[in-house]
Nanobody, 120 residues
């Protein structure tokens, strides 16, 4: 099993910033993609940002230029640096990590979620 522990959420004023972290541990042979998703009340979960093992990144149009995803492969950790936060960024942010637990078994794990609230 692979466990994910998220941290860094909180309450911030519009225009502020937060740094989210997600550390993966457990049976990990290799990690492919690491990403952040979010879900606002009454809305579906959506992709915020994704980073591949090769460092290729992909962002939702709504966060481009404001959020930056990065990863520390030695620590099996992914980060999401947010800036210029808007009230519409308010959501529960979930970390997702996909990879291989062994050469023959894959995993797709989710974090427990961390609340980000942006006040106007």
């Amino acid at each position: 099993q692979v466990q994910l522990v998220e941290s860094g959420g909180g309450l911030v004023q519009a225009g502020g910033s937060l740094r989210l972290s997600c550390a993966a541990s457990g049976s990990i042979f290799s990690i492919n993609a690491m990403g952040w998703y979010r879900q606002a009340p009454g809305k579906e979960r959506e992709l915020v940002a994704l980073i591949t093992s090769g460092g290729i990144t992909n962002y939702a149009d709504s966060v481009k230029g404001r959020f930056t995803i990065s990863r520390d492969n030695a620590k099996n950790t992914v980060y999401l640096q947010t800036s210029s936060l808007k009230p519409e960024d308010t959501a529960v942010y979930y970390c997702n990590v996909r990879g291989r637990a062994t050469m023959f078994a894959t995993f797709d794990s989710w974090g427990q979620g961390t609340q980000v609230t942006v006040s106007s």
